[in-house]
């Protein structure tokens, strides 16, 4: 059973980073062919994807998003972290990581899960 877990700060102010990791049990984040996304759902909206790292360490991000986001990892703690750049209040969201056996582009290729954490931005 691979489970996922968010873990980070729950408040970041203004022009902070915001900085995520997610620890992932029961499966290996090195293990043909999987990604690994950061996805998340500001109050009231739906889900956006964020970015995500491969089983091979190469990562894509959303045109977006993509000059303030990092996704990196750490094969020996089983875990890939984000860093989100000079954060706004647009940025507040709950923030899930999520594991993809195939297409990462379409939330139905999801197949686990983190609970979330939420993340507020605010001075």
């Known amino acids: 059973q691979v489970q996922l877990q968010e873990s980070g700060p729950g408040l970041v102010k203004p022009s902070q980073t915001l900085s995520l990791t997610c620890t992932v049990s029961?499966?290996?984040?090195?293990?043909?062919?999987?990604?690994w996304s950061w996805i998340r759902q500001p109050p009231g909206k739906g889900l956006e994807w964020i970015g995500y790292?491969?089983?091979?360490?190469?990562?894509y991000y959303s045109p977006s998003l993509k000059s303030r986001t990092s996704i990196s990892r750490n094969t020996s703690k089983n875990q890939f972290t984000l860093q989100l750049r000079s954060v706004t209040p647009e940025d507040t969201a709950v923030y899930y990581c999520?594991?993809?056996?195939?297409?990462?582009?379409?939330?139905?290729?999801?197949?686990?899960w983190g609970q979330g954490t939420q993340v507020t931005v605010s001075s």
């Open positions: 999520a594991r993809a056996e195939k297409d990462p582009s379409d939330y139905g290729q999801y197949d686990y």
């Open positions: 029961g499966g290996s984040i090195t293990r043909n062919y999987y990604y």
């Open positions: 790292i491969t089983y091979s360490g190469s990562t």
